[in-house]
């Protein structure tokens, strides 16, 4: 899971492991350094670009929506939502090891 410097908590950390779940942020500027990859470091500084389809998911293709009835109709809007994003014809890309993966 990348989050940003406002979940550097020891505490959430231990208790991600023990579900199973690493959680990999930045660090601040007086932290120790914490061993990496190349991956882990474009994703984190890429997060904006991942920030920003999650908005377009939420707000264009509005699959955050609370009142469902049902289990169903809550799958069929996620759905219908998911579709919507892949028929958008530019969507935000993530450029990494000098090729684009699509976000």
Not at 32 to 53: G, M, N
């Amino acid at each position: 899971m990348y989050a940003d410097k406002g979940y550097l908590s020891a505490s959430l950390k231990q208790q991600l492991k023990t579900m199973g779940i690493n959680l990999i942020t930045n660090i601040k500027n007086k932290m120790k350094p914490v061993e990496q990859t190349y991956f882990d470091k474009a994703i984190l500084r890429h997060r904006s670009v991942i920030e920003t389809v999650f908005d377009e998911l939420k707000n264009l293709c509005q699959i955050e929506h609370t009142w469902h009835r049902s289990p169903a109709n809550f799958v069929v809007n996620l759905l219908a939502g998911l579709v919507a994003y892949c028929l958008i014809p530019s969507k935000p890309k993530i450029p990494v090891a000098g090729t684009y993966l699509q976000a």
